[in-house]
């Protein structure tokens, strides 16, 4: 069993890591290492930067900065109940949180639903965009339908049930099912990190009205599409090919068939390959962004 007081230290020691912004009336967090070109990490769902930790240190050590914002809702920043938590909000909001900081160029690296948001936050400002990193992700969103685990939060009452039976006990034998990600790289006390993380100060209310609040209409599918095939900017994917939620011949070929050529790298991963894998990602950003 996870111990509370522990998995309470690890998020601390990851807040000392990183400061809060105000931006437009909500309080955010942001993980911020190191120093020298920007890589502006964008999470997705049931997470926040934390799970950006491990990357983040290496990025660091390769002499990179990194930036990992906790969108509203989740992780530790602000929960607002009037917020609009949809994918091309966030991405407002992502280009909201730079300027507030006077950053004008950073490279994407985005993973799961923080993909549809950082192409939303790249349509709306393609100049600031330098490059973009994909992980385990999805792009065509019209047709895209949630992996089985994760269809009860889009549902009244089902999702508030299944949300209630996750706790710091029960939440990494969850993972451990669903495969998620490697038991073996991560410790009890941080896996329960995450649901502490999650269902911080709401109970993870926001994180129900995200799931609700898919944008899979045909007009963002193809903001998405246009964004990803930019040419003012590279993009490059990296894919945990153990991902059972996000397989590779379900959701990494669109990518690839959307931006033919571009470089691909699979990884002995899962879902969240960036437990696992952190050295092989930080490696081909710094690669990418020389």
């Not at 909001?93 to 985005?110: K, Q």
């Not at 995450?194 to 994180?207: M, T, V």
């Amino acid at each position: 069993m996870a111990n509370k007081e522990q998995s309470e230290e690890i998020i601390l020691q990851h807040e000392k890591k990183g400061y809060y912004t105000v931006v437009n009336g909500i309080k955010t967090f942001a993980l911020d290492t190191g120093t020298g070109p920007i890589v502006f990490c964008i999470h997705g769902v049931p997470t926040s930067s934390f799970l950006y930790r491990k990357v983040a240190q290496e990025l660091t050590r390769l002499g990179l900065r990194t930036i990992a914002i906790d969108l509203p809702g989740l992780g530790l920043s602000d929960r607002p109940e009037d917020f609009d938590y949809s994918f091309s909000n966030f991405g407002n909001f992502c280009n909201s949180f730079l300027d507030a900081l006077n950053i004008s160029e950073v490279h994407l690296l985005t993973h799961d639903i923080g993909t549809p948001v950082g192409l939303a936050m790249a349509n709306e400002n393609s100049s600031r965009i330098k490059s973009i990193t994909v992980l385990n992700s999805m792009l065509d969103l019209q047709h895209f339908k949630k992996p089985l685990p994760m269809r009860p939060f889009e549902m009244p009452l089902l999702g508030e049930a299944e949300l209630a039976l996750l706790t710091p006990l029960t939440f990494p034998l969850f993972m451990k099912a669903t495969g998620v990600v490697n038991m073996d790289v991560i410790s009890h006390e941080e896996m329960a990190a995450y649901i502490h993380l999650l269902k911080r100060k709401d109970d993870g209310e926001a994180f129900l009205k995200i799931m609700r609040n898919f944008e899979q209409t045909a007009a963002f599918t193809k903001t998405c599409y246009e964004s990803f095939q930019h040419p003012d900017y590279p993009a490059q994917l990296i894919w945990g090919i153990k991902d059972p939620l996000l397989p590779y011949e379900e959701t990494g070929k669109d990518f690839e068939k959307a931006r033919p050529g571009i470089p691909i790298t699979k990884v002995e991963g899962k879902h969240f390959l960036q437990e696992e894998q952190f050295v092989i990602i930080a490696t081909k950003v710094k690669e990418f962004i020389k």
